[in-house]
T-cell receptor, first 117, second 111 residues
Framework: GAVVSQHPSWVICKSGTSVKIECRSL??????MFWYRQFPKQSLMLMAT?????????EQGVEKDKFLINHASLTLSTLTVTSAHPEDSSFYIC????FGSGTYEQYFGPGTRLTVT | QKEVEQNSGPLSVPEGAIASLNCTYS??????FFWYRQYSGKSPELIMS????GDKEDGRFTAQLNKASQYVSLLIRDSQPSDSATYLC???????????FGTGTRLKVLA
């Protein structure tokens, strides 16, 4: 149980284009999902908290107009990197909290490696 | 600024030994604590969660929590080469479901 998927697993795009990343909870409902970014040899940095049916909450320093988050259902959240630039190249990982579990545990998707050329 | 600190390592232990990983946190009100394992190029995988002071055991893993001293540790018994990975400590930010991650400790188990 508690499986989270992400798609795509890797993507290469040209500078200036937009990329959408999907995060799905496969066997549980997730009212809250989280988006992280991880640069090489660094820890995970929380970018935003995605709440089903409401606007995402962004961490300080994260541009909400550049990283668009939509949490349209209890099992799906999407992150769109708009007008991507090479400095946006990173490992993007989502996580989800099982709404019915009553715990604070987060389950992570396999991640999406984004390379902007 | 709430912080979670870990020794970056690498921590090298021989196969079959006990690996001891430590984590300290600054938010006195934090209530939930987690250990994740992350292999190179992969996403984190939950190993243990602990909410109360004391020890919690799950197979070869034991998590220890001391809220008064604000530290949480992870012991790995009978370490195997497959345990070689980065171990991330995560602490919930009080009043939220958000995690603050430590920088991780890289563990190397030598065959």
């Amino acid at each position: 149980g508690a499986v989270v998927s992400q798609h795509p697993s890797w993507v290469i795009c040209k500078s200036g284009t937009s990329v959408k990343i999907e995060c799905r909870s496969l066997d549980f409902q997730a009212t809250t999902m989280f988006w992280y970014r991880q640069f090489p040899k660094q820890s995970l940095m929380l970018m935003a908290t995605s709440n089903e049916g409401s606007k995402a909450t962004y961490e300080q320093g994260v541009e909400k107009d550049k990283f668009l988050i939509n949490h349209a259902s209890l099992t799906l959240s999407t992150l769109t990197v708009t007008s991507a630039h090479p400095e946006d190249s990173s490992f993007y990982i989502c996580s989800a909290r099982d709404f019915g579990s009553g715990t604070y545990e987060q389950y992570f998707g396999p991640g999406t490696r984004l390379t902007v050329t | 600024q709430k912080e979670v600190e870990q020794n970056s390592g690498p921590l090298s232990v021989p196969e079959g030994a006990i690996a001891s990983l430590n984590c300290t946190y600054s938010d006195r009100v934090s209530q939930s604590f987690f250990w994740y394992r992350q292999y190179s190029g992969k996403s984190p995988e939950l190993i243990m969660s602990i909410y109360s002071n004391g020890d919690k055991e799950d197979g070869r893993f034991t998590a220890q929590l001391n809220k008064a001293s604000q530290y949480v540790s992870l012991l790995i018994r009978d370490s195997q080469p497959s345990d070689s990975a980065t171990y991330l400590c995560a602490v919930t930010l009080s009043g939220t479901y958000k995690y603050i991650f430590g920088t991780g400790t890289r563990l190397k188990v030598l065959a």
